[in-house]
């Protein structure tokens, strides 16, 4: 198994940067659009924790009109971390199978988001309440472009992430399983950028 380079050169020659990155359980895959899972059906492991993401993702919903799918967004191995790719260990039982989405360009209809904002704001809103009018716009900071989202990943890895109402999964540029079974499996259903490998972080 190789280890995962989002951003490797071929023949020498910079590719075009994978920015932003979509993970979820092969059980949930297809060659085609999809939408969030809600961690109430995803997580019964551990309701009270999936009651807690599903208020959060309702909150989203209530502002942008939609229940949100995350990408996370940056071009570096670190930022990969925001998918939660890496909690899917082969070696586990049961074995959690997860496949790992990557594009290059920004998806349609995607709104960036402060990650670290959006986790202390929201996510904790059980214990603190409803997010201030002033934590709403450092969640979501309205004057900024996509290129100051960009730069903001590129210098604070694992800061940014992205809510979209829906994600065509066979516009990937990448797709990363670690095993050759579920390549052959994703392959099957159409993806022809299948890759073998796990995740590490860059130090």
């Excluded at 989203?60 to 925001?82: C, Q, W």
């Excluded at 349609?108 to 704001?121: L, T």
């Excluded at 590129?154 to 809510?163: L, R, T």
Aim: net charge negative; aromatic share 12%.
């Amino acid at each position: 198994m190789e280890l995962l380079n989002i951003n490797r050169e071929e023949s020498g020659e910079r590719i075009k940067p994978y920015t932003y990155h979509h993970s979820r359980p092969i059980d949930f895959v297809n060659f085609g659009p999809v939408k969030q899972l809600s961690p109430l059906k995803t997580q019964p492991e551990d309701p009270e924790y999936a009651q807690i993401l599903d208020s959060g993702y309702k909150f989203i919903e209530k502002r942008l009109g939609f229940y949100p799918l995350f990408l996370a967004v940056g071009r570096t191995n670190s930022d990969l971390f925001l998918t939660g790719f890496q909690d899917s260990d082969i070696s586990s039982e049961p074995k959690t199978r997860t496949a790992l989405f990557s594009f290059q360009d920004k998806p349609r209809n995607g709104v960036f988001m402060d990650f670290h904002q959006w986790n202390v704001s929201v996510l904790n809103m059980h214990w603190s309440g409803a997010p201030t009018d002033r934590e709403i716009q450092s969640i979501f900071k309205p004057s900024w472009i996509r290129n100051d989202w960009i730069s903001y990943a590129n210098k604070f890895p694992g800061s940014v992430q992205m809510v979209v109402p829906d994600l065509d999964l066979s516009f990937a540029d990448m797709v990363t399983v670690k095993s050759n079974e579920d390549k052959n499996l994703l392959t099957k259903l159409g993806f022809g950028n299948v890759v073998v490998a796990k995740l590490i972080e860059e130090k």
